[in-house]
């Protein structure tokens, strides 16, 4: 999808967040405290990214994922921005920036995907 038709689908900050590597304010996205059993996907393409099975509550205001669905499925990038180093995670399909990954999650991968809520779209399982 192109990013003017994205401009129109998404809101100004998801379009901020997935095309312009923007970060939502903490603890006040939709899925950050949010434990309902299902598929988390791309907001911009519908790629599968994230299982709830493998959400847990980080308490750093944004939802966190200790593993993807797959690892085709997102891309790391070093991110140098800012003054930090990080690794900045986007979809494989489309290219969205989705948010970061750190290395002091729980086991069994030690990962915390630390991902923008307007980034993602939930599927409940049924």
């Not at 750093?60 to 891309?75: A, L, Q, R």
């Not at 991110?79 to 995670?89: A, C, H, S």
């Not at 399909?93 to 915390?112: M, Q, Y």
Request: charged share 25%; net charge negative; with cysteine.
């Amino acid at each position: 999808m192109r990013k003017s038709e994205l401009k129109i689908k998404l809101s100004e900050l998801a379009f901020q967040v997935t095309q312009n590597a923007a970060t939502e304010p903490p603890f006040t996205g939709e899925f950050f405290d949010f434990f309902e059993d299902g598929v988390y996907k791309c907001i911009c393409c519908d790629a599968k990214l994230f299982s709830s099975k493998h959400k847990f509550n980080s308490s750093t205001g944004w939802p966190s994922f200790y593993s993807c669905i797959n690892e085709k499925v997102i891309d790391e990038i070093d991110d140098n921005t800012f003054g930090m180093k990080r690794i900045e995670v986007v979809c494989s399909n489309c290219k969205a920036h989705l948010g970061h990954v750190f290395e002091d999650g729980p086991e069994p991968t030690s990962k915390r995907y630390c991902i923008n809520s307007v980034a993602l779209s939930f599927v409940k399982n049924d």
